[in-house]
């Protein structure tokens, strides 16, 4: 059964800073990997989506990468602003008609 | 505007109630789903459907029903049987065309005292 992991379970950072939340996935035969964002008390919003054949996708000043093989997630963040502040969730689907498996989340805080 | 609409945004219900939240998307997305969220357990699973007329217990289904009459309306209802109902419930649905990107509503927050 896949388990999807996102460590650490929160993170508190100047604003400005550089940084980066982990993913990773037991089962590496996936479908595609999304992360999402999610302000409290709303629902989740989709940052971006890694088909199982890439390395990497772009917006803005988030980037996430995706290493199959080992299982492994990486959702970068440049120059982190206030706004930034939120949790962040990994979603994991296996094939394209099974449901997406979530992390936990990692709580970012982005302090001015 | 395309997207996901959940309603009511909270709601109340006296222990013993049924009572049904709504989910509506107009963006032509075959399947839905609907999860529920506690504090420190993440999301979890309660139905999906992937095609009018069909549906799929998740992981946590007990205590729930759903139906799928139209491929834009995914209701669900929240049982008596459910023995603790208060909780965040969001309801999803994904894209097909090979993206499968999965968009989500705002949320019910269902309190049951």
């Known amino acids: 059964k896949q388990e999807v992991t996102q460590i650490p379970a929160a993170l508190s950072v100047p604003e400005g800073e550089n940084l980066v939340l982990n993913c990773s996935f037991t089962?590496?035969?996936?479908?595609?990997l999304q992360w999402f964002r999610q302000d409290p008390g709303k629902g989740l919003t989709s940052l971006l989506l890694?088909?199982?054949?890439?390395r990497e996708q772009t917006s803005g000043r988030l980037n996430a990468s995706l290493d199959k093989s080992s299982g492994r997630s990486t959702l970068y963040i440049a120059a982190s602003q206030p706004g930034d502040s939120a949790t962040y969730l990994c979603?994991?689907?296996?094939?394209?008609?099974?449901?997406?498996?979530f992390g936990k989340g990692t709580r970012l805080s982005v302090i001015a | 505007d395309g997207g996901i609409t959940q309603s009511p945004k909270y709601l109340f219900r006296k222990e013993g109630q049924n009572v049904t939240l709504s989910c509506e998307q107009n963006l032509n997305h075959d399947a839905m789903y609907w999860y529920r969220q506690d504090p420190g357990q993440g999301l979890r699973l309660i139905y999906y459907?992937?095609?009018?007329?069909?549906?799929q217990k998740g992981d946590i289904a007990e205590g729930y029903s759903v139906s799928r009459e139209k491929k834009e309306s995914f209701p669900l209802t929240v049982t008596s049987a459910q023995k603790n109902p208060t909780a965040f419930y969001l309801c999803a649905s994904r894209g097909g065309q090979s993206s499968y990107e999965q968009y989500f509503g705002p949320g019910t927050r269902l309190t049951v005292t």
């Open positions: 089962d590496s035969a996936i479908y595609n």
């Open positions: 890694i088909q199982s054949s890439q």
């Open positions: 459907s992937q095609i009018v007329n069909d549906f």
């Open positions: 979603a994991v689907r296996g094939s394209g008609n099974t449901p997406l498996v």
